[in-house]
């Protein structure tokens, strides 16, 4: 009887519901010492994230945005020139001038020498690093038109030979073919891949080198003065310090715009090879004289009744007008020549780094050539083109023996094609 009340009380109990945790993909462990150890070398950047730093951008950026439209007005435009680094610099030369001759400094001669020193030296290093900074970009800025300008061409030229596919096939002898290997741009690359904190530890860097003088001479004139200057001292380098390097991390993200851009360019299989600029615009130029002269040839008004000979005859003449016209690509034999010519590009970007209102002191201004918007202008004229084409073709073989008809298509085939010439030419 005992027996049957103790299965009864087990039956009565509720049996507890089994849980099954299955671990999801997500809790896969995936490298946790790696994770740890990329955090920790990433402090800078979490500086960089904090809610202090975010603020402080935020602010920047409003304040940019009021200054864009101040910097338009009369008043904006004499306040950007009197504030800009040139005037800057020329102030600084005078002041460092004026301190070693002991006019401005009330510290011994000996430390008034030294600040004096300290303030050029600055100077010549602001000079120099903001010379190279654009000339580094207004490099690549010219390699990337180059390159766009010789993609437009081919380009057009491709299209050329869509509307007459026959062309290729009789000119094939004529064509110039650019060198695709053996070039250093081939196989050279400017996107390498760094972290993000090796990044802005280099801005910083820079910023700090360029700076750095700065803070060591206004602090040594301070504490000869009893210390009255040093907290103004510190503040003004932070500010100067923050500044710059936000600055430089503005360029850098150009640059790189521009890097990434040609790379993708010299990847493609029929972009020319180059090892440095003169063959780079040897070779534009050469494309862009071919493409010029088809376009001459495609628009004449008896190319549809031309002969292959007669075409290919055409051709050459065209190509050689055209060649007589264009630039050629030389470099001086002379070495003083080409030492004035390189001093003379030097100063070029000396005076574009210092010009107020140069393009290359202003990141989100730094014009940007790109392809893709002409590739589609050009798909949707080629489509255009290629129906009117069809069209024509379909008039002219149906009626070959009509005089009427074969004027009729002498009408139409010039304008068919003076449209192709305007509108390739305005990207030539």
């Known amino acids: 009887m005992a027996k049957d009340d103790t299965q009864k009380k087990l039956l009565k109990v509720k049996p507890r519901p089994v849980s099954v945790v299955i671990p999801s993909s997500s809790m896969e462990p995936t490298e946790p010492i790696k994770e740890s150890i990329d955090v920790s070398k990433s402090w800078f950047k979490r500086i960089l994230d904090s809610k202090f730093v975010t603020a402080i951008f935020k602010l920047s950026d409003k304040a940019g945005k009021k200054w864009e439209k101040f910097k338009d007005t009369k008043l904006g435009k004499a306040f950007t020139i009197g504030t800009g680094v040139a005037v800057s610099r020329v102030a600084s030369i005078v002041l460092a001038s004026l301190t070693i001759a002991g006019l401005v400094s009330p ?3 000996a430390v008034a020498i030294a600040i004096g020193v300290i303030g050029l030296t600055t100077v010549a290093i602001g000079v120099i690093m903001d010379t190279a900074r654009t000339r580094a970009t207004r490099q690549l800025q010219k390699e990337n038109q180059l390159l766009v300008k010789n993609r437009t061409a081919k380009s057009i030229q491709d299209q050329i030979f869509k509307l007459d596919p026959s062309l290729n096939e009789i000119l094939k002898d004529e064509l110039y073919q650019p060198i695709t290997t053996g070039k250093k741009s081939v196989k050279k690359r400017y996107i390498r891949e760094r972290s993000a904190t090796t990044e802005v530890a280099k801005d910083v860097g820079k910023a700090f080198f360029k700076q750095g003088l700065n803070i060591v001479s206004t602090v040594l004139e301070a504490v000869t003065t009893k210390g009255i200057n040093i907290v103004k001292a510190v503040g003004s380098f932070i500010l100067s310090l923050a500044t710059e390097s936000r600055h430089n991390m503005s360029i850098r993200t150009v640059q790189k715009q521009f890097k990434t851009q040609i790379d993708q360019e010299r990847d493609k299989s029929d972009t020319p090879g180059y090892n440095n600029f003169k063959d780079l615009r040897q070779a534009t130029r050469s494309q862009r004289i071919q493409t010029m002269a088809l376009q001459k040839l495609i628009t004449d008004k008896d190319y549809w009744t031309m002969s292959s000979e007669q075409k290919k005859a055409k051709f050459q003449e065209y190509r050689e007008q055209i060649n007589q016209t264009e630039k050629a690509v030389s470099i001086p034999t002379n070495i003083f020549t080409r030492g004035a010519k390189k001093l003379k590009s030097l100063v070029k970007d000396a005076r574009k780094a210092h010009n107020p209102f140069s393009e290359f002191n202003y990141p989100g201004k ?17 489509k255009k083109e290629n129906l009117v084409m069809t069209v024509n073709s379909i008039r002219e073989n149906l009626s070959l023996n009509t005089l009427q ?5 002498e009408y139409i085939a010039p304008k068919r094609n003076s449209t192709l010439h305007k509108e390739n030419d305005k990207h030539l």
């Open 107 to 109: 510290a011994s001669p």
């Open 366 to 382: 730094i014009r940007i050539d790109q392809h893709s918007s002409l590739t589609v202008a050009m798909d949707a004229q080629s």
């Open 405 to 409: 008809s074969s004027k009729k298509t």
